[in-house]
T-cell receptor, first 111, second 116 residues
Framework: RKEVEQDPGPFNVPEGATVAFNCTYS??????FFWYRQDCRKEPKLLMS???SGNEDGRFTAQLNRASQYISLLIRDSKLSDSATYLC????????????FGSGTRLLVRP | ETGVTQTPRHLVMGMTNKKSLKCEQH?????MYWYKQSAKKPLELMFV???????ENNSVPSRFSPECPNSSHLFLHLHTLQPEDSALYLC???????????????FGQGTRLTVV
């Protein structure tokens, strides 16, 4: 089983749509959780951290369910510029602090 | 600009060549990482350095050899690579210390490597 699993998509949605991405992780000792965004042929960049109480940043809302080991990202009022791959990321601390990436979910927002 | 710089941005090398990738950060971070991203595959963690010490080698073939001379620099030495090693190699850094909290990683722009 992969440490971090995501639906690869692609999700093809019209502008203005609401879209939700889900992610599950296998290591119950995972400490921190993030959503990264990666544009084509570019490096990943942090979109937002995910807190236990859930958090919102403009049109983006992230939720964490530790009991179910599940993370979500909701994007409201999609823009063309939201088209990218969204990576679910989990940090663990065993022999070292490290970030484990999911395979990413591709989002295409059409006019 | 994230504060993590990788050179070169593009590299084409033959299977018998020896080359090195360089990563530099002046963010004061104590953890540095090498990731590999192949076409249509997720990011794969290769090596982790915490406080200049290698703390993780994720079953990477010995033809990849990392070096971390100080907390600001990380190298990946390459020799006798195979065509399937062609990929985007990404360096990242993150802070470490008391109370890790939500410590994000900052990525360099990557080196796109082609082995011919």
């Amino acid at each position: 089983r992969k440490e971090v699993e995501q639906d690869p998509g692609p999700f093809n949605v019209p502008e203005g749509a609401t879209v939700a991405f889900n992610c599950t992780y296998s290591n119950s000792a995972s400490q921190s959780f993030f959503w990264y965004r990666q544009d084509c042929r570019k490096e990943p960049k942090l979109l937002m951290s995910v807190y236990s109480s859930g958090n919102e940043d403009g049109r983006f809302t992230a939720q964490l369910n530790r009991a179910s080991q599940y993370i979500s990202l909701l994007i409201r009022d999609s823009k063309l510029s939201d088209s990218a791959t969204y990576l679910c990321v989990v940090s663990t601390m065993d022999s070292s602090y490290k970030l484990i990436f999911g395979s990413g979910t591709r989002l295409l927002v059409r006019p | 600009e994230t504060g993590v710089t990788q050179t070169p941005r593009h590299l084409v090398m033959g299977m018998t060549n020896k080359k090195s990738l360089k990563c530099e950060q002046h963010l004061g971070h104590n953890a540095m990482y090498w990731y590999k991203q192949s076409a249509k595959k997720p990011l794969e963690l290769m090596f982790v350095y915490n406080f200049k010490e290698q703390t993780e080698n994720n079953s990477v073939p010995s033809r990849f050899s990392p070096e971390c001379p100080n907390s600001s620099h990380l190298f990946l030495h390459l020799h006798t690579l195979q065509p399937e090693d062609s990929a985007l190699y990404l360096c990242a850094s993150s802070p470490l210390g008391q109370g890790l909290g939500n410590t994000e990683a900052f990525f360099g722009q990557g080196t796109r490597l082609t082995v011919v």
